[in-house]
């Protein structure tokens, strides 16, 4: 599946433009993970481009992704990106067996935190973040109180990376496309 046809398809059903930011974050942080890797990083990006794409319309835990995925399949989209999705969301009982997804389980939820990071710097931006920005912010749980650390903490083990390496190759991934997420400065 080429990305337009993934970008399309969010479009086509996301009319919020910070869950499409929050898309294209986790979008770019799956294509750095590939690539660093060696995996496909066309695939592993489409995944994480697609991943949230049912959220508007299915915005429960019973709805998401799991009513999604037959509109993914009556797109054509492969069963390998369906099962993906299915799998970046604990209720849904699918289990996640492979690299990549494991990689968006532990991408998805990190990016919000690091974008809330982002936001409250006088510079509003990535460029300058650093990872010590985001260890301070984790500390305080009124922050962004709605970002499930233990979830990224979890996630991150399972994918095999120290938490707070991996907060430093999302920041790095992030920052490659900063000014679509509006995190440039």
């Not at 869950?19 to 496909?40: I, N, P, Q, S």
């Not at 809330?116 to 973040?129: C, E, G, H, K, Q």
């Not at 083990?157 to 496309?177: K, Q, S």
């Amino acid at each position: 599946m080429q990305r337009s046809e993934a970008l399309t398809i969010v479009r086509e059903f996301i009319k919020n433009e910070n869950l499409v930011k929050h898309m294209l974050a986790v979008e770019a942080t799956m294509r750095f993970y590939a690539e660093k890797l060696g995996e496909d990083v066309e695939l592993w990006g489409v995944v994480g481009l697609l991943h949230d794409f049912d959220w508007e319309i299915h915005p429960t835990l019973e709805g998401h992704p799991v009513k999604g995925a037959p509109i993914l399949r009556e797109r054509g989209v492969p069963e390998v990106i369906v099962r993906a999705i299915l799998s970046h969301a604990d209720h849904t009982g699918i289990p996640r067996d492979s690299l990549m997804e494991k990689a968006l389980f532990a991408c998805d939820e990190i990016t919000g935190l690091i974008t809330a990071t982002a936001l409250v710097r006088p510079s509003r931006s990535l460029i300058d973040l650093k990872v010590k920005s985001v260890k301070k912010k984790w500390k305080n749980k009124h922050f962004a109180a709605g970002a499930n650390r233990e979830e990224m903490e979890r996630g991150a083990e399972d994918f095999d990376v120290e938490l707070w390496e991996h907060v430093g190759n999302v920041i790095e991934a992030m920052r490659r496309v900063a000014p679509e997420l509006g995190l440039a400065g």
